[in-house]
């Protein structure tokens, strides 16, 4: 028996609304809340772990005694050692102390500052991004990224045709797009392993576009008496439960790093999930309209 055909495509102006809607109000509400966050891998600042003798020290006592360098605070290891990792961007480090007078080393002010706060305190480590190696890593991720969606394209293109190839981009354009948004709305703070979940994200999502498309080749190159569109529904229909499976046991793996992870993996994880979700969504109903509208104004003209 037949599997009946769902007609995707059918909702395809609606979807799209949906995804304009998405993108452009999680953008409005960023920009109206001070903007994108950007971590001091990308801006340049200090980072240190210190131990804590004492264990009445907690999040909030290390937050008050260094209010002046708007740090950010992650408990790290087993939370019997009391270890935090305390990280400030560059520009939120002040000039002076004080009295007024320049500090030679404004990271030399902060570990001070937490000596001075916290007897018996040791710095286990510590890291110093500057400025100049902030920008080249900003500058580097988004290279890095421009010229994988050019490779892509280009295997996509000599893979299938063209238009295949644009479609798979469009959607993947519009999962960053999704993603980046999301990470604003949720104050999420792009550094590294941010920037990583992105390029997975290229991956997964490429990868869950070309199995749809390549059933779409395939279906009508068996030159069936059916509109183009008929065969694009069917196609995604046929690969539905491929889709589904796909995509729940690989939530599954990235929620259990999203739950037992800890704050370290916590954005990383939360990145995966969306984009992930937001992957699936455009392979049916981002990619395949744009195929649709590209056999319908191009090749039928």
Same mark, same amino acid.
């Given at each position: 028996?037949?599997? $009946?055909t769902i007609n995707f495509l059918e909702y395809r102006h609606i979807a799209i609304g949906f995804s304009w809607i998405m993108i452009?109000?999680?953008?409005?509400?960023?920009?109206?809340?001070? @903007?994108?966050?950007?971590?001091? !891998?990308?801006?340049?600042?200090?980072?240190?772990?210190? $131990?804590?003798?004492?264990?009445?020290?907690?999040?909030? $006592? %290390?937050?008050?005694?260094?209010?002046?360098?708007?740090?950010?605070?992650?408990?790290?290891?087993?939370?019997?050692?009391? +270890?935090?990792? %305390?990280?400030?961007?560059?520009?939120?480090?002040?000039? /002076?102390?004080?009295?007024?007078?320049?500090?030679?080393?404004?990271?030399? #002010?902060?570990? /001070?500052?937490?000596?001075?706060?916290?007897? &018996?305190?040791?710095?286990?480590?510590?890291?110093?991004?500057?400025?100049?190696?902030?920008?080249?890593?900003?500058?580097?991720?988004?290279?890095?990224?421009?010229?994988?969606?050019?490779? #892509?394209?280009?295997?996509?293109?000599?893979?299938? +045709?063209?238009?295949?190839?644009? &479609?798979?981009?469009?959607?993947?354009?519009? !999962?960053?797009?999704?993603?980046?948004?999301?990470?604003?709305? #949720?104050?999420?703070?792009?550094?590294?392993?941010?920037?990583?979940?992105?390029?997975? %994200?290229? @991956?997964?999502?490429?990868?869950?576009?070309?199995?749809?498309?390549?059933?779409?080749?395939?279906?009508?190159?068996?030159?069936?008496?059916?509109?183009?569109?008929?065969?694009? !529904?069917?196609?995604?229909?046929?690969?539905?439960?491929?889709?589904?499976?796909?995509?729940?046991?690989?939530?599954?793996?990235?929620?259990?790093?999203?739950?037992?992870?800890?704050?370290?993996?916590?954005?990383?994880?939360?990145?995966?999930?969306?984009?992930?979700?937001? &992957?699936?969504?455009?392979?049916?109903f981002i990619a395949s309209p744009f195929v649709y509208w590209w056999e319908q104004l191009v090749v039928k003209k």
């Amino acid at each position: 028996m037949e599997r $009946k055909t769902i007609n995707f495509l059918e909702y395809r102006h609606i979807a799209i609304g949906f995804s304009w809607i998405m993108i452009v109000g999680f953008t409005a509400i960023t920009l109206f809340r001070g @903007g994108f966050i950007m971590g001091i !891998d990308f801006v340049g600042g200090y980072k240190v772990i210190a $131990k804590f003798e004492d264990k009445t020290v907690n999040e909030a $006592k %290390i937050r008050h005694a260094l209010t002046a360098f708007d740090i950010e605070i992650q408990q790290v290891g087993e939370p019997v050692k009391n +270890e935090y990792m %305390i990280s400030t961007k560059l520009e939120n480090i002040p000039a /002076n102390n004080s009295s007024g007078t320049p500090v030679l080393s404004k990271y030399e #002010m902060l570990k /001070n500052t937490i000596s001075e706060n916290f007897k &018996g305190s040791t710095i286990i480590s510590e890291e110093n991004v500057g400025p100049s190696i902030g920008d080249f890593l900003r500058k580097s991720a988004w290279k890095l990224s421009f010229m994988s969606i050019v490779m #892509m394209t280009i295997y996509l293109a000599f893979r299938f +045709e063209l238009k295949y190839a644009v &479609g798979a981009m469009i959607a993947l354009l519009h !999962d960053i797009a999704a993603t980046i948004a999301f990470c604003g709305l #949720m104050k999420v703070e792009f550094n590294i392993p941010v920037i990583a979940a992105l390029l997975t %994200i290229f @991956g997964y999502s490429v990868n869950d576009t070309i199995v749809i498309f390549d059933r779409i080749r395939e279906t009508n190159e068996l030159k069936l008496k059916e509109t183009f569109i008929h065969t694009m !529904d069917k196609a995604i229909t046929q690969t539905l439960s491929r889709t589904i499976l796909t995509v729940m046991l690989t939530l599954f793996a990235v929620i259990a790093l999203f739950i037992l992870g800890g704050p370290v993996l916590h954005d990383f994880s939360l990145v995966l999930l969306f984009g992930f979700v937001v &992957g699936a969504y455009s392979s049916i109903f981002i990619a395949s309209p744009f195929v649709y509208w590209w056999e319908q104004l191009v090749v039928k003209k």
